[in-house]
């Protein structure tokens, strides 16, 4: 019966995890499409304005070779998309020396977009220093776009009108600070010391597995020897990551 037990549970985390890759993968492909939306409406025009310049009788060589190198341009950007987001999900090797303005600004890039479809505005305040921590950096970068994702959706759910995410970076003493806050009205008491925990979601079922956050804490607290902690402001609620 234990033995049973175990399996059945095993069986169920594999489950958990599976479900975690899929919404993780959903979310990636969300992020690669309002990426792709701009340059491909800009190939849109590009391709128009061939047209049209061909039925005006205006299609010369300068005309093609601007068309072309302009779509050179939107083609490459979005080739880079897909490189950044396959980078973006390798795991690290080994612990390396990187810098954190560097690291938390490719995670806005990957979901900035994404921030923009939904009229929520990310606001930058960043230490001039730059500063260097030791540890996993995309492990990092992927713990960072976890709780912006979790501020999206949180501020989506709300309908909150202004939406708008802060993020501040600087140094205390020997440790490197990160804080995302965010203006969703906060996280009630009875969840706030729950929101760590595996499989711990507030979501629809089928729209959330619990395991963002629970990563999160474990690439800060296991992975890179750090602290994670949320506080709920006048506004929302503050993530706070010390390195």
């Known amino acids: 019966k234990v033995k049973e037990e175990i399996d059945k549970q095993r069986k169920q985390e594999q489950l958990l995890i599976q479900q975690s890759k899929l919404a993780a993968m959903g979310e990636m492909i969300g992020n690669i499409a309002h990426q792709w939306r701009q340059p ?27 068309s072309i190198n302009k779509t050179n341009i939107l083609t490459s950007s979005m080739s880079k998309t897909i490189d950044d987001f396959r980078n973006f999900f390798k795991p690290n090797k080994t612990k390396e020396y990187f810098k954190i303005n560097k690291t938390v600004k490719k995670a806005i890039y990957l979901i900035e977009s994404t921030f923009e479809h939904n009229y929520i505005e990310i606001e930058k305040d960043f230490s001039k220093e730059d500063i260097e921590v030791y540890g ?11 709780i912006l994702s979790n501020a999206k959706d949180a501020l989506i759910e709300k309908k909150v009108e202004d939406a708008k995410v802060k993020i501040r970076v600087y140094k205390d003493k020997n440790s490197a600070i990160v804080q995302i806050e965010d203006n969703a009205k906060g996280i009630s008491k009875d969840i706030k010391e729950k929101i760590f925990e595996p499989y711990f979601t507030t979501k629809e079922e089928g729209k959330g597995t619990g395991i963002g956050l629970y990563m999160t804490k474990t690439i800060i607290e296991n992975s890179m020897g750090g602290e994670i902690s949320v506080e709920n402001t006048d506004l929302g609620a503050c993530f706070t990551i010390c390195v």
């Not at 996993?136 to 976890?146: D, H, M, P, T, W």
Request: charge should be negative.
């Open 136 to 146: 996993f950096a995309n492990e990092f970068s992927q713990s960072i776009l976890n």
């Open 40 to 66: 491909l409406n800009a190939l849109g025009l590009v391709m128009q304005n061939i047209q049209f310049a061909y039925n005006m009788g205006d299609l010369d060589d300068k005309f093609m070779e601007k």
